[in-house]
Antibody, heavy 116, light 110 residues
Framework: QVQLVESGGGVVQPGGSLRLSCAAS????????MHWVRQAPGKGLEWVAF????????YYVDSVKGRFTISRDNSKNMLFLQMNSLRTEDTAVYYC?????????WGQGTLVTVSS | QSALTQPRSVSGSPGQSVTISCTGT?????????VSWYQQHPGKAPKVMIY???RRPSGVPDRFSGSKSGNTASLTISGLQAEDEADYYC??????????FGGGTKLTVL
């Protein structure tokens, strides 16, 4: 069955960095566009980033441009999110998602807390 | 990249129907037929209920239906059941490989 498993979340100080990982299985990862979506505590969902099936193009919500980088390794069925210059407002559960025009598959999420 | 507008809450009794609206602009909801809807129970990951405005993934009950008129998409849930109580989010393609969510609607089954 399809599985997406995020890891790498934790507590980090403002200005710090964190790298999230997402391990995919049960579907043809290299054929799917992949998203990162986040949800601040008690708030709604927010699209963060997207990469095409082959990693050739990457797109971001304005609030993370220049700070976050999405990448993938199709040989290992892995998706990544490098987060730099973290701010308190980046505190959220981060979900990886598989799909192009929608998110077909979702991971269980990993919590990132930015706090001093 | 402004969030789509959804009512904060809706409610209905078991067996009734409810409709959740999702209003955007001609740059997102109105411009593409790539609107999807997600159900999220507390502490759980979202689950897709409708995609491409009105298509239902396998396994989703036909009580769930989607539609769109102009810049507003809608999710209708008929024959409400207790397990439908959850948060619902619309999601639309907004061009140039960017997407936007609605603010979310809390559905209460009375």
């Amino acid at each position: 069955q399809v599985q997406l498993v995020e890891s790498g979340g934790g507590v980090v100080q403002p200005g710090g960095s964190l790298r999230l990982s997402c391990a995919a299985s049960g579907f043809i990862f290299s054929s799917y566009g992949m998203h990162w979506v986040r949800q601040a505590p008690g708030k709604g969902l927010e699209w963060v980033a997207f990469t095409l099936y082959d990693g050739s193009k990457k797109y971001y919500v304005d609030s993370v441009k220049g700070r976050f980088t999405i990448s993938r390794d199709n040989s290992k069925n892995m998706l990544f999110l490098q987060m730099n210059s973290l701010r308190t407002e980046d505190t959220a559960v981060y979900y990886c998602g598989g799909g192009q025009w929608m998110v077909d598959y979702w991971g269980q999420g990993t919590l990132v807390t930015v706090s001093s | 990249q402004s969030a789509l507008t959804q009512p904060r809450s809706v409610s209905g009794s078991p067996g009734q129907s409810v409709t959740i609206s999702c209003t955007g602009t001609s740059s997102d909801v109105g411009g593409y037929n790539y609107v999807s809807w997600y159900q999220q129970h507390p502490g759980k990951a979202p689950k897709v209920m409708i995609y491409d405005v009105r298509r239902r993934p396998s396994g989703v009950p036909d009580r769930f239906s989607g539609s769109k008129s102009g810049n507003t998409a809608s999710l209708t849930i008929s024959g409400l059941q207790a397990e439908d109580e959850a948060d619902y989010y619309c999601y639309s393609y907004a061009g140039s490989y960017t997407w936007v969510f609605g603010g979310g609607t809390k559905l209460t089954v009375l």
